[in-house]
């Protein structure tokens, strides 16, 4: 393949990777504060993506006010569901909370089914976005370069708040010793509830570029996406960021690279993904960059 | 002839030292205590000889078969049976399964013979049942047999725990600081009771104690672990005498 | 002990008996949408309760079912249909060989469903149970994707998302029925063995179980396997059931759909999940109207929506999550005694007001 195709395809996995990683990073934080893997946060992603589409469908607010307002709203419903149906449960055995994280799954489908409808719907792709660009002698879609320097400028104030702010100093601080975190006059609600708000947030930016890349919505449209972004953070090292970025990049990177050097397993790319967790978890199970992290009981 | 033989057990976590060199030999019949200060690393050795943790260096031979490293499920059915310094019961399952539980190591009967309910599998349910109701009379938990393990007043779960132990039969028995929480009533009649076992189950024991009374009153042989290494060993008289132990305890002797 | 245990022993029987006959006669008299119905109930029991064995007893979370009850299902679906309809299914690709000239009768297929299910749940045991908690559920989902990926994309084999059609409809209320007792007895008779209170020590404390000669991965291998092979049985008869599958109904939406009736039922209990799948199933039936507009007599239309029989399940999944946690029969089993319990007062009412009646009727005092 000449040098032009393999740039394409790079160019098209960093774009793939990036939302991963922004996905991705969602799950690793709720993770890392409450040890809970969160099956809804693909559905999450997927009412992202569908509060944007009604904002301009239905409301015909231009497109930069229906991305706001979807991420805006995304995150409310992402603390909306914490406070409703995982805090109560914070203080029983794991499997239970993570029982409901299922619950919670099923009930946005399916009131996504129900309130969206079965059939597809297109997303608009606002003409800025719908370019062809040549880029040194490469030819992508500008949507692509938007999305990766989106996504680089969303991971660096990612970087930013959780490093910098107090805010992310307390959200680090709960995700390593919960009880000491308490102890030391956090408001551990206020933690976490942040925690959702700004993961769902990374969510549904995650969902409004990918569905301008792949513009069809289906009210299922999170769970392959949602599983694979939470591949990318175990295979990252689940509760590190850093390991989330470079689980989602890898992921991303590489189904592009596997599909481009490798048509005839182009069927297979979604089974890669989980064929990588497998043995992640079994060789290495705290992921690439994963840290030991204290165990509760 | 020795049951247990340990030969230069060292135990590292990271940078922290937890055990340092330590040997022992124990024959067969024998009583014998290991004692020291909170964080000495008693149970860390207690967790290496049932094989809970890997040991970082040193050997443990149980009737002379090499037993280091080896799987925790495997050593309980050489015959070594332990209890806890934290009750570790089942809880949710009743007093008589909890004991009943110690007999499955020994189970004959295929899963098919049980799942089927053949009348194999029967007779040896039905003699399981048997001997773990005997065992219950013998700790004095009979009456109790179908209460939840979990809900049994602390002093009971310990004996409870150590008829579990004794339901597989073991050679040798590890208790694990077995008169914690008791008044000095309750330490007398586990004294008795311990003695009692030893007899009649043809037991060898090898506790770690914290509880002096009961160590000075009972164990002919005693050795004292200091920050993982032995600081001395010897009879109650010498161990009481010896200015190391003295001095390692400061006081904080409990009565 | 109130009952003798050959008391106990003779009214089983004479239910199983009465059960036995009701189904005779119900698979010649009722309407074949009900039998269906009752079919899947007895299928759903079988998932189920084996999920529970996994679950309940040996406290294992796997969302991997869906994927041995695939197997399972394409295993008979191929042996059972005949070399014709084969020819008529695999029109893309053609059928591979030996699969495209054997044509098995009904038993020897869910034999070998029930088989390969469990070779696979060995080969998915081993890996998967060295793992524990959420990592668990995690790699367990991953191998029901997986399978069903697989499914989708070996054409010559699977007939990929084709899917196959014209099963022989060999299921029905005997078969399912028998296999569903079948179930329930094993798990029941393996739970209150040795290895059931082998499995529960696991669930309580693994480290104490090996502690006492437990060895926790063969035994929750043990159960993995058992919970596998018989997922593979209810695919096998359900493959039999509706005549029609494909890759897509096994996914983890279908392991989903056990773990929600374990949990509704009571996880650890066996009658939990058998009441928990008749009420599943009989709920998801009966609620289908909700998925159209219902029209009442006086021109009001309730306005009904595709897919809103799964909201309100999904609404009751939650609430019981949050709620009841303990489900319907928390860890409590049925048992003869039990119902005599619940009887003797009523038993007892009803002849204090004999004795009374009699009492004021001839004015002599007690009997």
Redesign the interface.
């Known amino acids: 393949m000449s040098l032009n195709m393999f740039l394409q395809h790079l160019a098209n996995g960093l774009s793939l990777g990036g939302l991963y990683a922004l996905i991705a990073i969602g799950y690793t934080m709720i993770y890392g504060v409450l040890r ?2 969160n099956f809804a946060h693909g559905d999450v992603f997927m009412m992202g993506a569908y509060i944007a589409f009604y904002g301009v469908a239905i409301f015909s607010l231009p497109w930069y006010a229906s991305f706001i307002l979807s991420i805006v709203l995304s995150a409310i419903l992402g603390m909306i569901v914490e406070r409703v ?1 995982y805090r ?2 914070r203080d ?1 055995p ?3 909370a ?3 994280t ?3 799954s ?2 946005l489908e ?2 996504g ?2 309130v969206f409808g ?1 059939r597809p719907k297109a997303f608009p792709r606002p003409p800025l976005f719908n370019q062809e660009w040549n880029l040194g002698g490469v030819r992508v879609l500008s949507l692509t370069f938007f999305i990766i320097m989106a996504s680089l400028a969303l991971l660096i104030a990612v970087f930013y708040l959780v490093y910098r702010t107090k805010m992310g100093r307390a959200m680090r601080a709960v995700a390593w010793d919960f009880e000491t975190a308490k102890l030391m006059g956090i408001n551990i609600n206020q933690v976490i509830s942040f925690t959702f708000a700004m993961g769902s947030a990374l969510a549904a930016a995650g969902a409004i570029m990918w569905s301008m890349k792949y513009p069809q919505l289906l009210p299922l449209m999170g769970v392959i996406p949602g ?1 694979k972004c ?2 990318a953070a ?1 295979i990252g090292g689940i509760g590190s960021i850093p390991g989330a970025v470079l689980g989602g990049f890898l992921l991303g990177i590489g189904e592009i690279m596997v599909v481009a050097f490798l048509p005839e397993l182009a ?2 790319k ?2 890669f993904a ?2 990588a ?2 043995l992640i ?2 060789l290495k ?1 705290r992921g690439l960059l994963g840290k030991e992290m204290g165990e509760k009981a | 002839m020795t049951v247990l033989k340990v030969n230069r057990l060292s135990k590292h976590f990271g940078g922290l030292i937890a055990v340092s060199d330590f040997n022992i030999e124990i024959d067969e019949g024998e009583l014998v205590a290991l004692i020291g200060p909170n964080g000495a690393g008693k149970t860390t050795i207690f967790n290496m000889i049932t094989g809970l943790y890997k040991p970082t260096e040193g050997k443990i031979y149980f009737d002379g078969k090499d037993i280091t490293g080896m799987r925790p499920d495997k050593i309980a059915a050489l015959g070594i049976a332990r209890t806890f310094q934290n009750i570790r019961l089942f809880p949710e399952l009743s007093v008589l399964d909890n004991v009943k539980v110690g007999y499955h190591l020994h189970l004959r009967s295929s899963p098919f013979a049980a799942a089927l309910g053949l009348p194999s599998y029967g007779r040896e349910e039905e003699q399981i049942t048997r001997e773990s109701l005997q065992l219950l009379e013998a700790v004095g938990l009979a009456y109790a047999a179908y209460e939840q393990a979990g809900g049994l007043p602390y002093g009971l779960q310990r004996k409870l725990e150590i008829a579990r132990a004794l339901a597989t039969k073991p050679r040798l028995l590890l208790l694990d600081e077995p008169a914690a929480g008791m008044n000095p009533g309750e330490i007398h009649e586990l004294m008795d009771f311990i003695l009692r076992i030893m007899e009649d189950f043809d037991l060898t024991v090898f506790l770690i104690e914290h509880q002096m009374r009961l160590v000075m009153g009972m164990c002919p042989r005693i050795l004292v672990l200091d920050h993982g290494i032995t600081i001395a060993e010897g009879s109650p008289e010498e161990i009481q005498n010896d200015p190391r132990v003295i001095e390692a305890y400061l006081g904080t002797e409990e009565e | 002990m109130l009952m003798k245990k050959r008391d106990k022993r003779v009214l089983t029987a004479i239910s199983l008996l009465a059960l036995f006959l009701l189904l005779w006669w119900a698979e010649g008299h009722l309407d074949p949408y009900i039998r269906r119905i009752l079919n899947l109930i007895a299928i759903n029991i079988i998932w189920a309760v084996t999920f529970n064995l996994i679950y309940g007893y040996t406290g294992q ?1 796997s969302l991997g079912h869906g994927g041995f009850i695939a197997i399972g299902a394409y295993v008979t679906a191929l042996l059972t249909l005949s070399p014709a309809q084969k020819e008529q299914n695999f029109f893309l690709l053609p059928c591979a060989w030996p699969l495209n000239s054997v044509q098995w009768p009904f038993v020897p297929s869910l034999i070998m469903a029930t088989l390969l299910a469990g070779v696979f749940g060995i080969l998915i045991g081993i ?1 998967s149970l ?2 524990h ?3 668990m ?3 367990t ?3 029901n ?2 399978i069903r ?2 499914n ?2 070996l054409q010559s084999i699977t007939n990929g998302s084709l899917g196959l059609k014209g099963i022989p409809a060999y299921t029905n209320l005997l078969w399912s029925y028998g296999c569903a007792i079948l179930t329930i007895f094993i798990v029941w008779k393996l739970g209150n063995s040795s290895y059931g209170r082998a499995f529960k020590a696991i669930r309580e404390d693994e480290v104490a179980a090996e502690t006492i000669g437990i060895s926790a991965f063969y035994h929750k291998l043990m159960a993995f396997t058992i919970a596998a092979m018989f997922a593979g049985l209810g695919g096998g008869l359900y493959a039999n059931l509706v005549s029609t599958i494909d890759p897509n109904l096994f996914s983890f939406l279908l392991s ?1 759909q056990v ?1 929600t009736i374990v ?1 509704l039922g009571g996880v650890g209990s066996i009658t939990g999940s058998v009441l928990a799948s008749i009420l599943y199933v009989s709920l998801f039936e009966l609620l289908r109207p909700i998925d159209q507009p219902i029209t009442l007599g006086i021109g009001v239309t309730i306005p009904g ?4 029989r ?2 309100i ?3 009751i ?2 609430l019981v ?2 709620f009841y ?1 303990r489900g319907l029969m928390g860890t409590n089993e049925f048992s003869w005694e039990w119902l005599l319990l619940k009887v003797q007062p009523i038993k007892r009412m009803m002849l204090w007001g004999i004795r009374r009646g009699k009492e004021t009727n001839d004015g002599s005092k007690g009997e």
Not at chain 3, 305 to 308: A, D, F, H, L, V
């Open positions: 809970l893997i149906a109560p449960l029983v794991r499997i239970s993570l029982i409901s299922i619950g919670v099923l009930l399916n009131v089914v129900v079965g599983l939470f591949i175990v069927n297979f979604y089974a989980f064929l967790l497998i978890l079994l199970p | 979370f890996p060295q793992l908690g959420d990592y559920a995690l790699v989902l991953a191998f994707e997986v990926v697989i989708m994309n989903y773990v949990v929506r595709p897919g809103m799964m909201v399940f999904s609404v999944f939650l999550i949050l946690r």
